[in-house]
T-cell receptor, first 115, second 118 residues
């Protein structure tokens, strides 16, 4: 069965600190997709990144970076030089291949960035 | 309007009421989804529609009735709800690559409807 685990329920950092959000997944599929979403207090989930299982290259987008390691079934998300506006709930999600549209979400990690 | 919109943003209803949630996407997508987000729980997929056809019903109670008249609009009709149905209901849309493509595309979410059942 597919499963996504975000072991960190809440993280609190001070502005400008780097922070890494962990995501571990389970799947039997060889083709799958991983996602990260941000949910600010307004409630709307904002898409951050999509990665397929055949692309293990790490990705950097501004202050955001993602480390995908199939060997450990992890897809971790790092925010460099965090800012107060980064405060939100972050969700990691997994989708099996075959375009079923089903996303399995982790429990989410609440990140609080203090000024 | 851009992206995915949902109305109403907040809804309070009694257990005997009938109400509907509306979702509209302006992204040209052909797949739409309903999710339920309760406190302390992960997002739960409720329904999936592809090209207006329901392709997924995740064991949702019949008091929730979805309707997808076209690829841009999705409704969730509610009747005789229970207090435990109080939650944030999120709508999303995505591309659909087709059965042969095998790809899974990112979903774009609306702001949600905060539902309180009294």
């Amino acid at each position: 069965a597919q499963k996504v685990t975000q072991a960190q329920t809440e993280i609190s950092v001070v502005e400008k600190e780097d922070v890494t959000l962990d995501c571990v997944y389970e799947t039997r599929d060889t083709t799958y997709y991983l996602f990260w979403y941000k949910q600010p207090p307004s409630g709307e989930l904002v898409f951050l990144i999509r990665r397929n299982s055949f692309d293990e290259q790490n990705e950097i987008s501004g202050r955001y970076s993602w480390n995908f390691q199939k060997s450990t079934s992890s897809f971790n998300f790092t925010i460099t030089a965090s800012q107060v506006v980064d405060s939100a709930v972050y969700f990691c999600a997994l989708s099996e291949g075959g375009d079923t549209g089903k996303l399995i979400f982790g429990q989410g990690t609440t990140l609080q960035v203090k000024p | 309007e851009t992206g995915v919109t949902q109305t109403p943003r907040h809804l309070v209803m009694g257990m005997t009421n009938k109400k509907s949630l509306k979702c509209e996407q302006h992204l040209g997508h052909n797949a739409m989804y309903w999710y339920k987000q309760s406190a302390k729980k992960p997002l739960e997929l409720m329904f999936v529609y592809n090209f207006k056809e329901q392709t997924e019903n995740n064991s949702v109670p019949s008091r929730f009735s979805p309707e997808c008249p076209n690829s841009s609009h999705l409704f969730l009709h509610l009747h005789t709800l229970q207090p435990e149905d109080s939650a944030l209901y999120l709508c999303a849309s995505s591309r659909k690559g087709g059965a042969s493509a095998g790809a899974s595309y990112e979903q774009y979410f609306g702001p949600g409807t905060r539902l309180t059942v009294t």
